[in-house]
């Protein structure tokens, strides 16, 4: 079945660590998205990509970073510069970035500091 | 900038009751407009959409009408079932400034049987 997977399900980081959240997407997708979830805030973009090898900052980047090497693979690594990282991190992926497109989602990942 | 507004949660209804959950939005474009639904422990997914003014969205019994004159786009339904129980989220896109999809705080329903 096509879909997004993202790993580990459950994250835990120890201060000054850096952490890397995978999503891998077999829809043959061109854009991937990460976006944070805050209990009562609802979804932030924190980076997305409309191709490969090519990326761009969302509303809350800072202390976030990413690479788009292959089409189908769009992880993201949490570093130690992000002071609060404790929260529900969503990929997503759509045809293209229309405004017309939908958007698919894994399954997240929960990341918490120790 | 662009923004989506929801109504406050949690909603609790008894199976087989009228639900109404109000979405607002601001843009500077002629957006797109959708209800993404999250179960628990799980991503969203797409559970309506509107592409144009005075569209409806349907599905699963839900429904939403885009209204450019009153910026909202309200999801209905007529008798909602325990399985409707989820957290529910309104959201748009547009292309200005670069794509981004939008989304509001979310509104979590409860439904007793």
């Known amino acids: 079945d096509g879909g997004i997977t993202q790993s580990p399900k459950y994250l835990f980081r120890k201060e000054g660590q850096n952490v890397t959240l995978s999503c891998e997407q077999n829809?043959?997708?061109?854009?991937m998205y990460w976006y944070r979830q805050d209990p009562g805030q609802g979804l932030r973009l924190i980076y997305y990509s409309q191709i490969v090898n090519d990326f761009q900052k969302g509303d809350i980047a800072e202390g976030y970073s990413v690479s788009r090497e292959k089409k189908e693979s769009f992880p993201l690594t949490v570093t130690s510069a992000q002071k609060n990282p404790t929260a529900f991190y969503l990929c997503a992926s759509s045809k293209s970035t229309g405004t017309n497109e939908k958007l698919f989602f894994g399954s997240g990942t929960q990341l918490s500091v120790l | 900038g662009n923004s989506v507004t929801q109504m406050e949660g949690p909603v609790t209804l008894s199976e087989e009751a009228f639900l109404t959950i109000n979405c607002t939005y601001t843009a500077t474009g002629y957006p797109s407009l959708f209800w993404y639904v999250q179960y628990p422990g799980e991503g969203l997914q797409l559970l309506l959409k509107a592409t144009k003014a005075d569209d409806k969205g349907s599905n699963k019994g839900f429904e939403a009408t885009y209204r450019k004159e009153t910026t909202s786009f309200h999801l209905e339904k007529g008798s909602v079932q325990v399985s409707d129980s989820a957290v529910y989220f309104c959201a748009l896109s547009d292309n200005t400034g670069g794509f981004k999809t939008i989304f509001g705080a979310g509104t979590r329903l409860f439904v007793k049987a």
């Open positions: 829809l043959n997708h061109d854009a």
